[in-house]
């Protein structure tokens, strides 16, 4: 089933700057944060869902987009700060790839432990993927877009701004399902670096069953349940 001509061409007139063209699926490729924001209130408006997605290494080659969902990419989203010895921090947005990461902090002199640095996908991928947690503790804040189009920062450079709430860790590990990561602030460790550690997985894997706390807590930050949830 093809989604209705109308919403096409009004997601096209609305977004026409981010609007994919020639995919199969109706995709966006969004630039700024207030273009993911404004995406969601109009997917929101439509009852149509989102579907965050980086360079797609965890989707299967018969990954099926239903009707009604709209791709949202985050290859657009390519900013990063320079590392910073003074605080010890860098800021790096969801598209860019974790290579790239790992090359200007390695250049600058620092480590990022645990790194997968030959991994061709993207940061967010990275941490909203399955084994996102793997890597919890390099995050020192996130900032983020919810079910609401609200964006929403957690946590920062400086130790005192992390919270009592983990929001960052429930964003981590959580697949595209509850919301937007745009930016993690990771924290750095001044050196030499030592070899990262190599972790091969298949090229698909498989998600965790979404129930229980996941679930009340995916209502909390997406109560309109625009993010897709469906298992794949
Ligand atoms: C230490 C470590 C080592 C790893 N090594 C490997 C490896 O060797 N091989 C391997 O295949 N995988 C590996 N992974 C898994 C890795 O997490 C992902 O498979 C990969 O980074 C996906 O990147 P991608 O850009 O293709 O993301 P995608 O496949 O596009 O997305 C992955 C998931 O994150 C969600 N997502 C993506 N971007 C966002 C966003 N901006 N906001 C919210 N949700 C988002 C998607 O919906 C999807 O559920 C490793 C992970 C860790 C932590």
New binding site residues.
């Given amino acids: 089933m093809t989604a209705p001509t109308g919403i096409i061409e009004d997601l096209h007139a609305r977004f026409s700057e981010i609007v994919l063209r020639d995919v199969e699926y109706p995709s966006v490729i969004p630039t700024t944060i207030e273009q993911v924001s404004e995406l969601i209130h109009w997917c929101r408006e439509r009852v149509w869902k989102v579907?965050?997605?980086?360079?797609?290494?965890?989707?299967s080659e018969q990954h099926h987009v239903p009707t009604g969902v709209l791709t949202v990419v985050?290859t657009g989203?390519r900013g990063m700060s320079e590392p910073s010895s003074r605080d010890l921090a860098i800021d790096v947005e969801?598209?860019v790839p974790?290579k790239t990461v790992a090359e200007v902090v390695e250049g600058a002199g620092f480590i990022l432990e645990?790194?997968?640095r030959?991994?061709?996908?993207?940061v967010?991928?990275?941490?909203?993927?399955?084994?996102?947690s793997?890597?919890r503790a390099l995050v020192l804040g996130v900032q983020?877009v919810d079910g609401t189009g609200r964006v929403l920062r957690f946590g920062g450079r400086i130790r005192k701004d992390v919270s009592g709430f983990d929001a960052a860790g429930t964003?981590i590990g959580?697949?595209?399902?509850i919301?937007?990561?745009?930016r993690v602030c990771l924290r750095l460790r001044p050196g030499v670096s030592a070899p990262a550690?190599?972790?091969?997985?298949?090229?698909s894997?498989a998600?965790a069953p979404f129930a229980g706390l996941s679930k009340r807590v995916a209502r909390a930050y997406d109560p309109y349940d625009v993010f897709?949830k469906h298992e794949r």
């Fill in positions: 579907l965050p997605v980086g360079r797609g290494h965890s989707f985050s989203r969801a598209g974790a645990r790194w997968p030959e991994y061709p996908g993207t967010g991928g990275l941490f909203c993927g399955t084994r996102g793997e890597l983020m964003l959580s697949r595209g399902t919301g937007w990561l745009d550690e190599r972790v091969s997985l298949p090229g894997t998600p897709v």
